[in-house]
């Protein structure tokens, strides 16, 4: 089993900055890629931004690129976002997640999820 934990979220002014990390602990895989997706209140969960782990290849939404940097340290198995240039429609629930196949940005194929943080942009 695969445990996911968020950490990072708050409250941040319009256009102040933010770094989330996932930890990640349990089994291990050769390879796989984890991803950042977010939901707001009364909307659908979205995808954010993702990279694959072994080669570091990364996505990242249109609505974040430019704005937010997904990184990964493979030696303590922890996933970041580093979230800049925040504005008011960022706010949701973020959570990691991880998948061992699939789209990079398809919720349907990351079969773990951690329980998410809070990110909060005041205008």
């Known amino acids: 089993q695969v445990q996911l934990v968020e950490s990072g979220g708050g409250l941040v002014q319009a256009g102040g900055s933010l770094k989330l990390s996932c930890a990640a602990s349990?089994?291990?895989?050769?390879?796989?890629?984890m991803g950042w997706f977010r939901q707001a209140p009364g909307k659908e969960r979205e995808f954010v931004a993702a990279i694959t782990w072994i080669g570091g290849t990364t996505v990242y939404a249109d609505s974040v690129k430019g704005r937010f940097t997904i990184s990964r340290d493979n030696a303590k198995n922890t996933l970041f976002i580093q979230m800049n240039s925040l504005v008011p429609e960022d706010t949701a629930v973020y959570y990691c997640?991880?998948?061992?196949?699939?789209?990079?940005?398809?919720?349907?194929?990351?079969?773990?999820w951690g329980q998410g943080t809070q990110v909060t942009v005041s205008s």
């Open positions: 997640a991880l998948a061992l196949w699939g789209g990079l940005r398809d919720a349907s194929a990351y079969g773990y």
């Open positions: 349990g089994r291990a895989f050769n390879d796989y890629r």
